[in-house]
């Protein structure tokens, strides 16, 4: 028999005991836990660690194992795409995993993935689930709001402080054909005599 290596102590960890392996017997679980580090895209935006994650699931009992749905709820953070200010909001997610009974998924007439979830000794770790749940949840590229006009890319000035914000430009494309016309003026200037009478 191999030992479990889940902690029931552990904050993702739920024991699944009530259950009793009765197909149709049903068990609810409401609790709070820090989440944990790095949950979140890539710095843009993410829960902070250890702020608080709101579990609110069902466990039900089926012939292959447990099944876990319910939602996830947490509080993020992260800079607006567009001006890279501070936001933040609520990331509300839907949970659903199916756990499967060791002796099930090392029966070799069960087809089976590597990557399936399984219930070690009655017990069941939500964090993977969780983290792809939130993730997945996420604002892609959040938004101070909708209509953020964002930054000036000369300057980096915001145009929400300044909607009239601009920069007199020419195109890269007529810049050396306005340097022959400045030299050009600049040359007829300096050489342009005064009025002449005629014979």
């Known amino acids: 028999m191999t030992l479990s290596t889940l902690d029931p102590r552990a904050p993702f960890v739920l024991v699944t005991h009530e259950l009793g392996r009765r197909p149709g017997s049903t068990q609810r679980v409401t609790r709070t836990v820090p989440a944990p580090g790095d949950l979140g895209l890539g710095g843009v935006v993410g829960v902070p660690e250890r702020a608080d994650v709101e579990l609110n699931l069902r466990l039900d009992a089926v012939m292959e194992g447990v099944l876990v749905s319910g939602t996830v709820r947490a509080r993020f953070e992260g800079e607006c795409v567009r001006c890279l200010d501070s936001i933040g909001g609520e990331v509300v997610a839907e949970i659903q995993e199916l756990y499967v009974y060791p002796e099930r998924a090392d029966d070799p007439d069960t087809e089976t993935d590597d990557d399936e979830m399984r219930v070690e000794d009655d017990m ?15 604002p892609q590229s959040p938004t101070c709001r909708p209509d953020c006009p964002g930054l000036c890319p000369v300057c980096g000035a915001r145009f929400a402080d300044d909607p009239d914000h601009a920069h007199e430009s020419t195109d890269p494309r007529w810049a050396a054909l306005a340097g022959l016309l400045a030299d050009e003026t600049k040359e007829s200037g300096s050489t342009r005599a005064g009025p002449t009478e005629e014979n």
């Open 124 to 138: 069941v770790d939500l964090e993977q689930p969780i983290r792809d749940a939130v993730v997945l949840a996420l």
